[in-house]
T-cell receptor
Framework: KAGVTQTPRYLIKTRGQQVTLSCSPI?????VSWYQQTPGQGLQFLFE???????NKGNFPGRFSGRQFSNSRSEMNVSTLELGDSALYLC??????????????FGEGSRLTVL | GNSVTQMEGPVTLSEEAFLTINCTYT??????LFWYVQYPGEGLQLLLK?????DKGSNKGFEATYRKETTSFHLEKGSVQVSDSAVHFC?????????????FGSGTRLLVRP
């Protein structure tokens, strides 16, 4: 079974630009979550989508948004990039309805550098 | 709110040494507990899990026991290998309605020398 796939793996943007990251979950998984990882703040929850609906949202500004498509693939978007948005963005999938509560399967991440 | 605290790193050990990485949590209710591992340049991999008090999770020689009385989930391994060098994260599941999210500790870097 293929794992969680994230694209692109690396990208460089400048302040003020926007970026879109993509995530394909494990086949059959309907829940996709996004996390931001930085050296200073560690791993922080961004949001979770299930069946194209946002079910949960972390404490991030409105510049961070996401969506999920009918095939469960998800995208997250960050607008008006700031230097502090430089981070590893991790996508994780789960069945969302059964199994071990909170057990997530992570992709390798998209490393965003903002100059 | 719920939180996870784990020991500061780095932890540096010689191969075949005994490992303990401390993790304590604060939570309402009874969350599931996890250890995830991150190798350089990679995402997170689930190492082991426990879903209720006194459960012991184990995998690849690593073990952790869900201790409700001490709100702890310490990671142990009897004999570490160089290949265990990575950042280890303790996490708990936080439930809001039907949605779960993971709350992570700050991570502990483990370096095993040959």
């Amino acid at each position: 079974k293929a794992g969680v796939t994230q694209t692109p793996r690396y990208l460089i943007k400048t302040r003020g630009q926007q970026v879109t990251l993509s995530c394909s979950p494990i086949s059959g998984h309907r829940s996709v979550s996004w996390y931001q990882q930085t050296p200073g703040q560690g791993l922080q929850f961004l949001f979770e989508y299930f069946s194209e609906t946002q079910r949960n949202k972390g404490n991030f500004p409105g510049r961070f948004s996401g969506r999920q498509f009918s095939n469960s693939r998800s995208e997250m978007n960050v607008s008006t990039l700031e230097l502090g948005d430089s981070a590893l963005y991790l996508c994780a999938s789960s069945s969302g309805t059964s199994g071990i509560s909170g057990e997530l399967f992570f992709g390798e991440g998209s490393r965003l550098t903002v100059l | 709110g719920n939180s996870v605290t784990q020991m500061e790193g780095p932890v540096t050990l010689s191969e075949e040494a005994f490992l303990t990485i401390n993790c304590t949590y604060t939570a309402t209710g009874y969350p599931s507990l996890f250890w995830y591992v991150q190798y350089p340049g990679e995402g997170l991999q689930l190492l082991l899990k426990a879903t209720k008090a006194d459960d012991k999770g184990s995998n690849k020689g690593f073990e952790a026991t869900y201790r409700k009385e001490t709100t702890s989930f310490h990671l142990e391994k009897g004999s570490v290998q160089v290949s265990d060098s990575a950042v280890h994260f303790c996490a708990l599941s936080d439930r809001e309605d039907s949605s779960y999210k993971l709350i992570f500790g700050s991570g502990t870097r483990l370096l095993v020398r040959p």
